[in-house]
């Protein structure tokens, strides 16, 4: 941060120290040096008889600054902005970025524009760093500011990341691997692709590209072409092919918009599913639009204290004229809310989560939804920091609840015992979904875990499934639905790191129906930061 020279009159609106926005948000003084140089000649030379006191003129006069800006609002207008530093990136995407800058009438709204701008502007993930200074304006227009961005450029356009990630409770291991080739033509392009392969579960190749404006267009653009497989036979007695476009229309803060447009085919190289799976199976096409709502007022993601979040979720099918499209409307939503309790760093946080599917169309009331749109309850994952939807239920193992089907019987005349063992049954999911749970965190007395950010907790959580498709509607009621619900609950210690939160938790199952999946016992959780 440089030494200001000594303050030269200035006219009433325009400010006397045009700062500097940089990486850290620091603010430099650029001085005024056409209207000082007289002074300054006596000013080094008293700086050199005494080298304390340039330090004390320059916090004298940094204070006046901030008081200034902090009692009364400076009138100032950008009349220029300078762009340095960009040889391969197109000016016009760092300029779309910096229109809030020309919309400002006080020095207040400029620096906080400025920070915006710098903000955005690393979010493009194309440049190393970058610098915006406030500069004043020519001399003959009084009140007014340049601003000069400088920025550098990425040295190294080609990035990636490859890590090998594991699930202890469901003994799997995945490994995952991603490039990045970064603003190849210039215009804050990122071309990425991207491979996944988890043990006895999924394997997935996915390539795309992300623009930040395209066009007129002022929202990102995101297109994505991928190939999922993912393995449901222990599970549901069905495998899961998909290859599918999608396209990101509108992705800000709150709001994100998708269309998606699927080839589907379910199979069963078992030869051994229920006769409710075996009515899905086959090929489909998946034409659809999804709208997401999110907003997170939490003051944390990993251990909520105070705030509130809450997520909606709307996907609607068979945006298309073909007869084996799937139709359907599948509306979700995820409600949390934490408070503190003022003692132990205890807090509690409480939460609501809820989803509805049904097919449209001719005779809709006596087809069944499809299968992978249905909602699945259990797993690993915490409800605490997911918006996912109906999703977790602790102590339950993944599609650990819900209505299920009798799978096939194979008859083998030379192995009698085997004939004769129970065939197992299908989890067919729900049409009809609702979670709640209720967890109570707090400090560990051991100042070591404290300082670590390892916590303890104790939750109560349930949640039920169930059927309305095929004229089952007919047959559901409020108080049967909420007389079957499943409930546990339990205690664990949560060791958050910087990439997500791990939760060992003993779990005690309350109340499960005859074919659940549910135990009592230790459960690992999970859950991503982001």
């Known amino acids: 941060m440089g030494i200001p020279k000594e303050e030269a009159p200035t006219s009433k609106n325009q400010p006397s120290f045009p700062p500097q926005i940089e990486e850290e ?20 030379e008293e700086e050199e008889a005494d080298p304390g006191s340039g330090m004390e003129r320059y916090r004298a006069k940094l204070e006046r ?13 950008v009349h220029d902005i300078l762009i340095k530093g960009n040889s391969k990136t197109k000016e016009s995407v760092i300029a779309a970025e910096l229109e809030r800058l020309r919309k400002v009438s006080t020095m207040q709204e400029l620096l906080r524009a400025a920070t915006i701008a710098n903000a955005r502007l690393h979010s493009l993930e194309i440049f190393d760093s970058v610098s915006i200074t406030l500069d004043d304006g020519p001399p003959g227009l009084p009140g007014t500011a340049n601003v000069v961005v400088q920025v550098q450029e990425a040295k190294n356009p080609l990035g990636g990341d490859l890590g090998i990630f594991s699930k202890p409770e469901a003994r799997s291991w995945s490994a995952e691997g991603c490039l990045k080739l970064k603003n190849l033509l210039g215009y804050g392009d990122i071309w990425d692709g991207s491979a996944s392969y988890g043990w006895d579960q999924t394997a997935e190749l996915s390539a795309g590209l992300s623009l930040p404006r395209f066009g007129r267009l002022s929202n990102p653009l995101r297109a994505r072409l991928s190939l999922l497989s993912q393995d449901w036979l222990k599970f549901s007695s ?34 051994a599913s229920s006769k409710s799976i075996r009515r899905q199976l086959g ?23 105070r705030g509130y979040a809450f997520m909606s979720a709307s996907h609607i099918g068979g945006l298309d004229p073909d007869s084996r499209s799937l139709r359907f409307v599948r509306q979700e939503f995820d409600l949390r809310y934490a408070f503190p309790l003022g003692f132990f760093n205890a807090a509690v946080n409480l939460g609501i989560s809820g989803g509805v599917v049904l097919p449209w169309g001719k005779g809709f009331a006596n087809l069944p939804s499809p299968l992978p749109q249905r909602f699945f309850i259990g797993g690993h994952s915490s409800p605490v920091c997911t918006l996912n939807g109906p999703t977790s239920l602790l102590g339950f193992k993944s599609r650990g609840l819900g209505p299920t089907d009798v799978r096939r019987v194979s008859i083998d005349p030379s192995n009698k015992e085997e004939s004769d063992a129970s065939p197992g049954r299908d989890v067919l999911g729900g049409d009809l979904a609702v979670t709640a749970f209720a967890d109570l965190s707090f400090d560990l007395p051991l100042k ?50 910087k990439l997500f939160r791990v939760e060992i938790n003993y779990c005690y199952i309350l109340r499960q129906l005859e074919y659940d999946s549910g135990k009592t016992g230790i459960q690992f959780n999970f859950s991503a930061s982001a």
């Open 448 to 497: 070591l875990l404290r300082n670590s950010g390892i916590h303890g907790h104790l939750f109560a959580s349930a949640g039920n499934l169930a059927k309305l498709t095929e004229n089952e509607f007919q047959n559901f009621s409020l108080r049967k639905f909420g007389e079957s619900f499943r409930s546990s609950v339990g205690g664990g210690i949560i060791v958050p790191t």
């Open 25 to 44: 948000g620091e603010v430099e003084d650029n001085g005024d040096e056409d209207e000082e140089e007289e002074d300054n000649e006596g000013e080094e």
């Open 238 to 271: 069905y495998k899961e092919q998909l290859l599918g476009f999608s396209l990101g229309l509108i992705s800000t803060r709150h709001h994100d918009l998708s269309y998606n447009l699927t080839w589907r085919v379910l199979a069963d190289p078992s030869h």
């Open 65 to 77: 600054m901030f008081r200034r800006l902090s009692a009364e609002k400076v009138g100032i207008r």
């Open 283 to 305: 090929h489909s096409l998946l034409s659809s639009v999804k709208y997401v709502y999110k907003i997170d007022k939490r003051d944390s993601q990993l251990r909520p204290k």
